[in-house]
């Protein structure tokens, strides 16, 4: 099953949540900025992920 765009930013969020004991860290900063910068576009990453799930084969 193909996640959804909200449940994809909701599993980005739980991954940085991961990592938040350290902020210096390469991995939380990646997720942090990528989960950021997603929310702030959220339309745009919507349109992303329909695009996206459009090519997938149905499973």
């Known amino acids: 099953m193909t996640m959804n765009a909200d449940q994809l930013l909701a599993k ?3 991954l940085r ?3 938040a004991d ?3 860290d390469d991995t939380y900063q990646a997720l942090h900025h990528a989960f ?3 929310s702030y576009n959220m ?3 919507k349109e992303y992920v329909k695009k996206e799930s459009a090519k997938q ?3």
Do not use: M, V
């Open 57 to 59: 084969p149905p499973e």
């Open 36 to 38: 950021l910068y997603i």
């Open 22 to 24: 350290d902020p210096e």
């Open 17 to 19: 949540k991961d990592y």
């Open 12 to 14: 980005l969020y739980s």
């Open 43 to 45: 339309a745009g990453f």
